[in-house]
């Protein structure tokens, strides 16, 4: 009996659609995919639909009450939703660093005076994160094929600054550099740290974060500490993690 393939709708919100690009370069990856998935809907691909989705993958965050709408119609005909990206996860704060935000007025065509940017969750349900500044396009394939097999995805658990000691790379704190890898989940293979560039969050906070520490550490290796950490530290307290 022939497996029924999955179908997949690729979403994006207020994005750069760099998440997107990141799928696409799987090639011939994403190609071995098609025997078990079908994309359903897709803008970039120049695909539309109106049918039921199994997955819905949806890039970018949420910046005006049109794009709550549009991702609420998503929502109801999806059966699983993945939120892409640090927009879609964060509301892209990990990446700007700016927990405060809540939205600003504007006079934007078309006709929009309220902008903001939130993630997806605070409108709808989502099952799944995949997150960075882009995805890393191995952990989009280990989540579709988890999909494919009815099993759960999980996130992981450890930090970027694990991935560094599994990898045996230098510690740029030691350095001096405000890396945030000990406070950032893990899941990216540490892969600006390995070229010499500090971690800037983009995957969000893992689990086990602890802020205060992280503060202290910058403070006794001579490290001016950022003044978003404070602002995190804040948020975090809140318990509006992400």
Known sequence: MERRKLKIGLFCLSSCEG??????????????????IDIAESRILGIRTEEHLDVAFI???VM??????KLSEIRNRSKIVVAL???ACSGGKFMFKDFA????????????KNVKADPIDKYVSVEYYLRGCPINNEEFLELVNNIILSKIFREKTYSVCAECILYEKD????KGYPCLGPITMGGCNAICPANGKYCYGCRGLYEDANIESLIEIF??????????????????VGGEKK
């Open 101 to 112: 935000f809540k939205g600003t007025k504007l006079d934007l065509p078309p006709s929009r």
């Open 171 to 174: 510690c740029l704190i030691d």
């Open 64 to 69: 005006s009450d049109e794009e709550a709408e």
């Open 85 to 87: 990206g640090d927009c």
């Open 219 to 236: 403070r006794e290796k001579g490290i001016e500490v950022p003044k978003f950490l404070f602002e995190l530290k804040e948020v975090v």
């Open 59 to 61: 890039e970018g965050c």
């Open 19 to 36: 998440c997107m690009v990141e799928i696409l370069n799987l090639e011939d990856k994403l190609l071995d995919l098609f025997e078990y």
